[in-house]
């Protein structure tokens, strides 16, 4: 057992969005068998909790055999990590799932820019003062290795991970075919407009559809179309129980604005989509095709509102060919992704930094 100094901002129970992995994190840290302690304010019970004062740093560092952070350029980390450096020299994963370019995705303006360069020099501050680094992709972990100078073996790709469910879906017999899509709208990637220009297409050629959104979006003037169900985001404890009563689960996105590496996300919803035995129509960007296998355990399309209604309406008058979809995809996270997997790419990562 290592004792783990742990420095991430969301890892509590989640509504959904990165805390899910945050929660998971803590949960395959513990199941490895580690100790954890935090001076994080927000924190539960997994975790014992120091004070966050650089008076304590020294204590922290002292109490610790190992780093683990998530890269968010926070001066308390920055502060930690020159202390490890200059005095502890203790192992430090740092895990990179984002990179300072994404912000120029929501404007392009002078002072985005210089805040842009202010965080790619934070992110690689603490890159260089890290043992090894984790990715949640092969894209990012690219990107990091080529940014931040670091050596192919130093940079380890861990993608998220799903709960499997126990077996697909029970057949429905209300007369629906209900396809689900979960996502924010304030995020450019994430394609509500192909989503709803899908819908509008399947709708005309299967009356009995129901496209469910679960979104953040329904304050903003969406179309009022036959079939169309806006829901509020639900806990992420909750959304197996939903997608529990659907058919098919949309997994849709477009590149990232401005990302110098393209579409780099592990998206937690393809995850939770396969797990629960859903056939799943996803955008044929970055790892969604390194976990689906196209026609086998999943769809993959292109950004093409008609194309990926066709293939919805193929999917509704197929009911076998969508069972079989379902089951290979909870297979191939039972076999490849599930969160323990996610947990054993971390105890290498761990062992890695131990070794440096």
Known sequence: ??????????????????????????????????????????????LERRPRTLDALPGLLAEAGAVYLRSDGRPFD???????????RLPVVIEINAMAEEQLAYGDDPLRRAHVALLREQYRMMARASSVVVCVSELLAEHVRATYRLGHDRVLV??????????????????VFRVVWAGGARFPWQALDTV???????????????????????????????????EA??????????????????????????????????????????????????S???????VIEDGVSGILVDDEPAAI???????????????????????????????????????????LAAGV
């Open 309 to 351: 209604a066709r293939e919805l309406v193929g999917l509704a008058r197929d009911a076998e060919r969508r069972r079989a979809l379902g089951a290979a995809a909870l297979r191939r996270v039972r076999d490849r992704y599930t969160w323990d997997h996610t947990g054993d790419g971390l105890a290498r990562a761990l062992s």
């Open 284 to 290: 044929r960007l970055g790892q969604i095709t390194e």
């Open 1 to 46: 057992m290592t004792t783990i100094l742990f420095s991430y901002k969301d890892h509590t129970m989640p509504r959904g969005g990165g805390a899910v992995h945050g929660f998971h994190v803590v949960e395959q840290l513990k199941r490895l068998g580690h100790r954890l302690i935090t001076a994080e304010p927000n924190t539960d019970g997994r």
């Open 233 to 282: 985001p639900v806990p992420h404890a909750e959304l197996k129980s939903h997608l529990g009563q659907a058919d098919v689960a949309l997994c849709l996105y477009r590149p990232i604005p401005a990302s110098p590496a393209g579409f780099y996300n592990s998206p937690l919803k393809l995850f939770d989509y396969m797990a629960a035995g859903l056939a799943v129509v996803g």
């Open 158 to 175: 861990v993608p998220n991970g799903g709960t499997p469910a126990s077996s697909p879906p029970a057949p429905r017999n209300d007369g």
């Open 78 to 88: 920055l502060a930690m990590l020159a202390l490890n450096r200059a005095r502890y």
């Open 196 to 230: 709803l220009a899908a819908t509008e297409f399947l709708i005309r050629e299967v009356p009995n559809a129901e496209i469910v959104l679960y979104t953040d979006a329904r304050e903003r003037s969406l179309p009022e179309l036959r079939g169309l169900r806006v």
